[in-house]
């Protein structure tokens, strides 16, 4: 392979990511919290009552609003809101739009073992800065340049 045909990714930082994930993290956690008060009226449990199941109850429902948002805008762009503003994309091995089941797969482990899933992803680190769950659905996170954002935008004149 010559160098005119290799291309090149630039591997997203583990801060970027960060952040990136903590907009998201905000911005779903406020309308997790809506969308509960909402329909239960409270956002607060009777822990004795209820037990592990009221903090479960709550759990669940808020990782679920997370796997579908993460599914459907890292599937339809690559960017969620987070990524978007940190220039940040999801993509395959080879830097094209990863697969359905590669996103399933990613989207899984930051949803609902996120901490086991960094965790993991720094000991067992490779050059790739992959968590577990992107190395699982072969999907990396790259830092992408302004002009490559709208690279695939035509304009034309009418």
């Known amino acids: 392979m010559s160098d005119s045909e290799v291309s090149k990714v630039l591997l997203a930082k583990w801060t970027d990511r960060f952040f990136a994930w903590l907009i998201d993290f905000i911005i779903i956690s406020s ?12 956002v607060e449990y009777e822990i004795e009552e209820f037990g592990f199941w009221a903090e479960s109850s709550q759990y669940f429902p808020t990782s679920m609003i997370f796997f579908v948002y993460w599914v459907i805008l890292e599937y339809k762009t690559g960017q969620t809101i987070g990524k978007k503003i940190l220039n940040l994309k999801v993509t395959d091995m080879q830097g094209r739009k990863p697969s359905l089941k590669g996103i399933l797969i990613g989207s899984f482990g930051k949803s609902f073992l996120l901490p086991l899933d960094v965790i993991l992803g720094w000991i067992l680190t490779n050059e790739k800065r992959q968590r577990v769950f992107n190395k699982l659905g072969d999907t990396l996170v790259v830092k992408i340049k302004n002009s490559e954002i709208d690279s695939d935008i035509e304009y034309k004149k009418d």
């Open 31 to 42: 309308i997790s919290t809506v969308i509960i008060f909402a329909s239960l009226g409270t």
